[in-house]
Nanobody
Framework: QVQLVESGGGLVQAGGSLRLSCAAS??????YGWFRQAPGKEREFVAA????????YYADPVKGRFTISRDSAKNTVFLQMNSLRPEDTAVYYC????????????WGQGTQVTVSS
């Protein structure tokens, strides 16, 4: 059974930091991603990384502030979020896929991140 379980969300003041974790089980994924959805907005891409590649990708609004990383031995992916802004407030979702491209097939339940001004 495939499971993606996020943790690490919470309430933080602007300028603060949070680290999200996503524990994956059930399959060995090639690609991981983080997405977020703010109230009244569509879900948007945040960051992505690959199991066997060093490449990482970021959405422009988070470049230089967020860092995606993975622990392949533990099948866990992280999102370190620094210099948080109120506009980063959203539900953050972890996603994973068996392929290197295309739509993500597996999703976590989401974790709330709230940044106060």
């Amino acid at each position: 059974q495939v499971q993606l379980v996020e943790s690490g969300g919470g309430l933080v003041q602007a300028g603060g930091s949070l680290r999200l974790s996503c524990a994956a089980s059930g399959r060995t994924f090639r690609r991981y991603g983080w997405f977020r959805q703010a109230p009244g907005k569509e879900r948007e891409f945040v960051a992505a990384c690959y199991r066997s590649r060093d490449s990482t990708y970021y959405a422009d609004p988070v470049k230089g502030r967020f860092t995606i990383s993975r622990d392949s031995a533990k099948n866990t992916v992280f999102l370190q979020m620094n210099s948080l802004r109120p506009e980063d407030t959203a539900v953050y979702y972890c996603a994973a896929d068996l392929n290197y491209s295309g739509e993500y097939a597996y999703w976590g339940q989401g974790t709330q991140v709230t940044v106060s001004s």
